[in-house]
């Protein structure tokens, strides 16, 4: 192999390495579950991190470190006249590349568990009812100027 091939070999691999471990900036989120069914999405939002959410006018507000208020449209299946609905953080683990996160009801005990793009950013979330008799869970992480923010409906299986 000419010298030139191998540089341009080497810089390939480089960018696939690179690229390999960034995370999306948008992706779909399922949560598994025994007696849950768990769905929703995750993007980028354009903040250096996340400090801290709110709802606000009826949308959800994330604050970054320097008091920045990033406005995002809930999903349309969220009910903001239901908030609180009962869902706690028990575990959190890092495996594969990933951030694992288990959620668990307060009275019921059903839990599920998702997969979000790996960050050691502490995790802000909330729920909410949705419209449809289900609830709704919202959350965001980010530092770095790499944030998320998600959202996923959570229903019983029938």
Known sequence: MTN????LLSVHILLLAAC??????????TGSSKT?????EY?????DEVAGIAL???KLALRDSEKKIALIDLPPVADTTKPGRGW?????AAANGHRMVTFTHETTLDDFTLDL???????????LGGKSGD???VLAWGEKSKSFWGWVTIQRRK
């Open 88 to 92: 706690s953080l028990v575990t959190e």
């Open 20 to 29: 390999a471990g960034a995370a999306a900036d948008r992706g779909p989120l």
């Open 4 to 7: 030139r091939r191998v540089w």
């Open 56 to 58: 606000q006018d009826g």
């Open 135 to 137: 609830d709704v869970l």
């Open 36 to 40: 849950l069914t768990v769905r929703g």
């Open 117 to 127: 793009p790996a960050s050691d950013a502490p995790l802000r979330y909330g729920s």
């Open 43 to 47: 993007s980028a939002v354009a903040l």
